[in-house]
Every structure is written in structure tokens, then in C-alpha cells.
């Protein structure tokens, strides 16, 4: 029995898809459970709409919890007990000194810590003063209650750790009920005993914590108010990931100073972020198998992450084709008003995913780096008398272009040979080397296209004491007009495609109307930063 406890203080990113899958995998590999639990214990920072969103995004992901759904602050009142019956048995008492005072006495690394004047006070003493805490007699921080372990301990988690503080605020879910609020290193060992966790699994930071985790439970479970087997705290190295930043404040930071558009821009790695980008369940399932579990901390290069969700769209995303620098073809011998179909396949490798047509036209759309009048050495495309396939089309022979008074070429014109046609017996009789893709300018959807890319051009944003801000990329979000095939513009909200010789695309979840889809890139075919990094 496992369970993924966020806090619903923020959005879930992808250091969470980690821990979600690591979560949810065990516990279907070895025919457990996996609860999904919110760890809301503090009551300052969480609220409904972070909840909401965490139970879209784990589901997104393909996990299912069942009735598994529970809410830490639906312990509050078994915390407030347990937290007595550890004054009761002699394992907490209530410390008056002031916050200063507290860090003073810890003592540090290397010199042990100094007992409180508090630490002696008697049973009675402390559940009065726990109680009138609670009650609501005290200001903020007047008291603290604390374990009594052992001031002089080399883990500086078992000086006495705080258990509980006087807080007068309002909970997203209890209200107005409390006056003193549990600490999370308190609470979280007894959410995972009432639910009967067997493996509490955590990252790697928690491990010192660990010893305090058996000794509250073991205390607890000797006080009766535990049952018997206790959870077990196991670590694991959290998701270190190049080219992005996880940490709430971050995160936050972007968002509210306006370096991306909202907690779902498509370049954060928040999961509600890569899903409008146009990544998958399946490629995040997949990422996290293939970066596996460790106690060693380590770095994951993005590309793996862009690797796994290429693998997964390649198998499954159906093909399509879409000019995002339009340049005018002109096929001066195709007869003007005259169209035709051609028939592209849906997918290579799938023909059980059958074909489309593609209007053909005179007038064509194509990339304008298709043509150039100067073909360096192996260029196969269009230039003044050279032949191409317009693929799942003709052959046509360039015989010259247009130009505008700067120079610059605005059409490029053409002869087809009629019986050249993708499909006709006569079609493998033409020899060309180069295949290009294209678009009938008539019949073209002309619609936005968001061309993302990396949100930090360094591997390591703010490595080296700089701003991780002065790493970001000014290149991540490219806003293009584009020439897309007819057959896009039925595209639903998260229809995800290849865009032939492009990349993954996928039309957008917010912004698409009903026939009129805009469009994210969400990876390019191939893996560009490689070589830079
Ligand atoms: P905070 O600093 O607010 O605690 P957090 O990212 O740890 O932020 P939680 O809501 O506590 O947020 O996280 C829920 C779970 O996700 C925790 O069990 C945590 O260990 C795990 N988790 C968080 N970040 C990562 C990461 N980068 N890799 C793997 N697991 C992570
Ligand atoms: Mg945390």
C-alpha cells in the first residue's frame, strides 16, 4: 500500500510524474494500492483549485485511486489526541521559549544542543497549556509543543523536534476549527499508520528524518493508538532535470512576472503545462520507466523526456502536412480552375489507418526553403531546372521564379508532367531526388501555429551564482501564420499530429475553436539541442 501525498499548495510538475508513477506503478505491478492523498496540514497556502488540479492531473496521467482519496486534515482531531498521549506518557511537553531563543539552543552540526527551561514541566502543566493552545488563549508562537527525545543528539532531527504551533487561520477544509496546527514531520508518519501505508516512499531529503518517522510511530503504536505493522519510510533520489526548474518559488515567479502565459503555458513543466503542449500520458509512463529509481541523485538530460514522447507520438500520431513558411508554387502547364485529389496515408507504418485525400491545384504553398536559385553542393530541392516530387503528387521542373523589387523571391514557377502522379503506373518512370511537401493555396487553412521550444537555453538555469532569469531562451515561443491541409481544420482540442518533415503537433486544448484549431508544436522530429548542449 503506497500513496502520493502532495501538498495542493501548487501545481504538479514533472519531478511529481516521477514520484506519481513510482507510486502508482508498485502498487499496480505488486497488485497494492496507491492512495491519493492531500497533505494539507498547513492551512496558510493550500486551497480547492490546487486540488481540483491535482486530481485532473493524476488521472490525466492514467492512475486511479478508487475511494483511496484522503485529506491529512481529516486527521486533525486523531493528531490532537495522539499529541496528548504523548505528554501523557512523558514524549512531548510544551516549550515557551521564543523562536530566537529555540534556534539558539538547537546547538549545530558539530556541538549538541541545550535542554529547554520548559523541558522539565509536568504532565498536568503541559496538557493544560496544550489544551488553552488549542483553545485559543495564546498569540502566535507563544508556545510550541515539542517530542522530548534528546537535545544532545547527533541528528539534529531528534533535538526535540517542534510537533505543534499555535496558528489562527482558517483551513480550506476545517475552517475555523483549529487554533494550533500539527507539523508536517508529525503528521505525515501518523496519515500513513491510519491508512495502513506499507511503503512510505519519499525523496532523498527526508532521510534524516527517518529516525524521528519510526520513533513518533513506535511511541504511538506503544500508547495503543497505533496498530502494528508500521509504515516504513524508504528514499528515493528525486527528478533532476536539465533545462528546467522545478521549485515551487520558481515556478511561482514565472508565472506571477509574466516570463510565460499562466501555470499552463506549454513551455512549464507543470503537467497541466505539457499536456497543452501536446505531451502524453503514455510518454511520461514510459519516461519514467526507462530513468528508473535510485538512491544516487542524478541529472536526466531533457532529451530523454523529448526522446520518450517523440517514440510515443511516432507509433501513434497520424500524419499531416502544413507549410509554416509559405513561398508561392506556380504550375504554369496545370489547366487554371482545374483541381484534383491526391491520396497521402495516414500513418507509414499503420495502413489500417487508411488514407485522406489532399486537394491539387495550380497554385501551391511550399516551404521557402524548398527553393533557392543558388543550390549549395547536395541540395535536392527546387531550383532552376531541377525536378522534384511534390510529395503524394507530381513531378514538377522548376523553370524560374518572381522576384520583388529587394530581390526577394515571392513565386517560384513550375512544370508538372501529367503522368507523374504519386500512385499511376507511370509514376515510378521519374528519377528525382528530392521530396517536398505542399499544400493547395486554395484550399489552405490558414491558422496560428505556436512554435515552442525550451523555456532556458542553459542546462543548468542560474548555475554558477547568475539568475536562473537571465538563462531563459528568448527563442521559446514563435508565433507563425501557417498553411495547413484542409483536413486540420476538423482537428479536435488535443488531436495530436505529425506534421510531415516538422515535428509533433497538437491543437490546442484552450484556444482551438469548434473548426478552427490553433496549433503547438511539441517537439521537433529531431533532437536539436543535442550538439548545442
Ligand atoms: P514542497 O517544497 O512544497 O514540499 P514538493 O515539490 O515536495 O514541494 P509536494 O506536494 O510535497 O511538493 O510533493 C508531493 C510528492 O512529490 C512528494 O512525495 C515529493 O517527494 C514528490 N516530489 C516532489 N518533487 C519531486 C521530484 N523532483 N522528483 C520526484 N518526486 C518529487
Ligand atoms: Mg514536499
Sequence with gaps: RTRFPPEPNGYLHIGHAKSICLNFGLARDYGGACHLRFDDTN???EEQEY???????VRWL?????RDEYFASDYFDFMYEAAQSLIRSGHAYVDSQSAEEMRANRGTLTEPGKDSPCRGRSVDENLDLFRRMEAGEFADGAHVLRAKID???PNINLRDPALYRIKHATHHRAGDKWNVYPMYTFAHPIEDALERITHSICTLEFEDQRPFYDWLLERLAEDGLLARPLPQQIEFARLNLSYVVLSKRKLIQLVQERHVDGWDDPR???LVGARRRGYTPEGFRAFAERIGVSKADSWIDYGVLEECMRDDLNARAERRIAVLDPLKLVIDNYPEGQEEECLAPNHPQQPELGRRGVPFSRELWIEREDFTETPPKGYFRLFPGNSVRLRYGFVVKCIGCEKDPAGHVTAVHCEYFPDSKSGTPGADAYKVKGNIH???????YRAEVRLYDRLFKAPNPGAGGRDYLEDLNPDSKTLITACLEPALKEARPEARFQFERHGYFVADRVDSKTGAPVFNRT???????AKAG
Excluded: N, Q, R
Excluded at 517537439?523 to 539541442?529: E, G, M, Q, Y
Design 43 to 45: 492551512p496558510e497556502k
Design 51 to 57: 486540488v481540483d488540479a491535482i486530481v485532473d492531473a
Design 62 to 66: 492514467g492512475f486511479d485511486w478508487g
Design 151 to 153: 537535545m544532545a543528539s
Design 268 to 270: 512549464l513543466p507543470t
Design 438 to 444: 505542399w499544400v493547395s493555396a486554395k484550399h489552405a
Design 523 to 529: 517537439v521537433t522530429l529531431k533532437d536539436s539541442w
